[in-house]
Nanobody, 126 residues
């Protein structure tokens, strides 16, 4: 069974930085991709960033490009999201998710993300 547990959320001010972490346990077969998603109140869950198994390809949503950085440490089974220049509109519950057998062409396909964490709240005050 695969489990993902996020941590690092909190209340920050606009312009601050924050690092989210996601611990992955269990066995994921094949070349698995990892991603960060977020959901604000009253809005649909949206993609934030994704990374393939060997970190050679990453993708970001336009709203976070240049401010957020996704990374992973396969030896530690950890996923990270470094968030800089935070804005109030970044306020949301952030989820990490895992997908098996993804490539650079498919890592952005949310339908492939089968395993999800419980989420961590990020609140950015103005």
């Amino acid at each position: 069974q695969v489990q993902l547990v996020e941590s690092g959320g909190g209340l920050v001010q606009a312009g601050d930085s924050l690092r989210l972490s996601c611990a992955v346990s269990g066995r994921i077969f094949g070349s698995y991709g990892l991603g960060w998603f977020r959901q604000a109140p009253g809005k649909e869950r949206e993609r934030v960033a994704a990374i393939i198994w060997n970190s050679e390809y990453t993708k970001y949503s336009d709203s976070v490009k240049g401010r957020f950085t996704i990374s992973r440490d396969n030896a530690k089974k950890m996923l990270y999201l470094d968030m800089d220049s935070l804005k109030p509109e970044d306020t949301a519950v952030y989820y990490c998710a895992a997908a098996s057998l993804v490539t650079p062409r498919t890592v952005w396909d949310r339908r492939l993300y089968y395993y999800w964490g419980q989420g961590t709240q990020v609140t950015v005050s103005s």
